[in-house]
């Protein structure tokens, strides 16, 4: 039975995510200084072990992430959108703060943790969930061994979920540090969980996500 290794890494920091900014499937942040500096160290570390392919969502915070860990491993970036952040519709680029005091009512929607609630011009968390599963299913089952994969805070939480089967309308209870390695075994089409939110190459430590949804 074939076996993939999925490693799951959190882009670096970006302005939005020191600002709380509300980052999303259309709207970007570049990634800060220590966004940079964090990305190198990731690059540093996953040069040291073997990867057959190495993915990543399009956006440009992951493509800045991507691409010295796809300088120091020597392998080709693929690009996938179907591995962006969840689509927050005309929540993105808002805090919450903003979000709660100029439209309260999707707010408290939104808040009320509601899997099928879809944000003005955004998706669902059932429908987020659905592309991101599909997605790396599809990479999993391509893949000859390990792969790592480069995408968003909102990505990796959804496959904790899947993987632990916790519920989508439950309170958030694991991390999702920038610049994360999070290690996903997938053989016999089930997932299975290896380590999570580690941040051991990262001295100064990193941001958690404040989206507690």
Known sequence: MAEARVVLI??????????????????DSPLTASGHVQARLLAERLARERFDALHSSDAGRTRQTAAPIGAATGLEVLYHAALRERSYGVFEGRTYQEVEREDPGAFQRFRSRDPYYVPPSGESAVQFRDRVVAALERIAEGAAGGVAVITHGGVLGMMYRHVTGASLDSKRSYSLHNASINRLLYSGKRWSLEVWGDIAHLPAGSIDSTNKL
Do not use: F, L
Not at 10 to 27: F, K, L, M, S, V
């Open 10 to 27: 959190r882009h670096g920091e970006t302005e939005w995510n020191r600002e709380g900014r509300i980052q999303g499937y259309r709207a």
